[in-house]
């Protein structure tokens, strides 16, 4: 699971999915 605060990468919906789910 990425880290979703990462300045070097925008938030991508599969980041966000795998971060919340």
């Known amino acids: ?5 990462t ?4 938030i991508t919906k599969d980041v966000l999915i795998l971060d919340f789910a």
């Open 1 to 5: 699971i990425r880290k979703r605060s």
């Open 7 to 10: 300045p070097e990468r925008p």
